[in-house]
């Protein structure tokens, strides 16, 4: 049984700014529920969820958001919004010919806005891919999990992507690896709406089970790792996702 992956949920002293921004940014629905502000990714981009925590640190987030361009015009537009609307200028070690752009939100998660012209996440979308820290046996874990088969597989380098398209997910062992506390993490449905089944597949995967939430959510955690969660249907949106 396969899991779907509902969103990718950030901690933020302010979820709601936080949310405002990508929002904006996106041309996003904000849609509050009981797990926080969700950002619906439609059919085939990735929802994004802001729950309240601890802000993100610059340096040691495990994920990165990569959003695409149409052209360089469409490129400076997409960063004088995100700017406009919150977002700060980074530096984080990027060299001066590379032609992305590396931004912060509010709530202190990097970001990037990519050139136009990356064959790799053409025909993404807007919100091209996630970038995780993790090692290739994670992504294969998570193109078992949820049905994604691999577009990308080099060396300890893997993306996978939903077969009706849309954001890419990638994992590749970054040096520095971050530490815990983990601020981010994957937020799943049961694709058929039975939690127990589809947790007891995802440890046949091989997640290992942490616990149990107040709200019913499990929570577990990846080869690598890291902490995940599969929350019951009936706690959660189920509009479509990617």
């Known amino acids: 049984m396969r899991s779907r992956l509902l969103a990718v ?12 921004f990508w929002a904006g940014l996106l041309g996003r629905e904000v849609v509050e529920d009981d797990g926080g502000v969700l950002l619906p990714g439609g059919e085939a981009q990735l929802g994004l969820r802001f ?4 802000a993100g640190r610059l340096g040691a987030n495990r994920m990165h958001l990569h959003l695409t361009s149409a052209d360089l015009d469409d490129q400076r537009r997409t960063v ?5 609307l919150g977002g700060r200028h980074v530096d984080v070690g990027q060299r001066p010919e590379e032609a992305h752009v590396v931004l912060a939100d509010p709530a202190g998660y990097e970001f990037c806005v990519i050139e136009p ?3 790799y996440l053409a025909g993404c979308g807007p919100l091209g891919e996630l970038t995780c820290a993790g090692t290739r046996r994670a992504g294969l874990f998570w193109s078992a999990a949820l049905g994604w088969p691999p577009v990308w ?4 380098q893997i993306a996978i992507q939903s077969p009706r398209g849309g954001t890419k997910v990638a994992w590749d ?3 520095g690896t971050p530490v815990a506390p983990n601020r981010q993490c994957f937020e799943l449905l049961p694709a058929d709406g039975d939690q127990r089944a589809a947790v007891d597949a995802l440890i046949s995967l091989g997640a290992a ?9 499990v929570v577990l955690a990846d080869p690598d790792g890291t902490g995940f969660r599969v929350r019951p249907v009936e706690s959660a949106l189920t509009a479509p996702g990617p």
């Not at 949920?9 to 405002?20: G, I, K, L």
């Not at 597989?153 to 300890?156: M, P």
């Open 117 to 119: 012209g990356n064959g």
């Open 51 to 54: 729950a309240p925590g601890r």
């Open 80 to 84: 004088a919004a995100a700017v406009g």
């Open 9 to 20: 949920t950030f901690e933020a002293d302010d979820p709601a700014e936080a949310a405002r």
């Open 173 to 175: 062992v970054w040096d």
């Open 153 to 156: 597989d080099r060396g300890e």
């Open 209 to 217: 089970r942490l616990g149990v939430r107040d709200d019913g959510t």
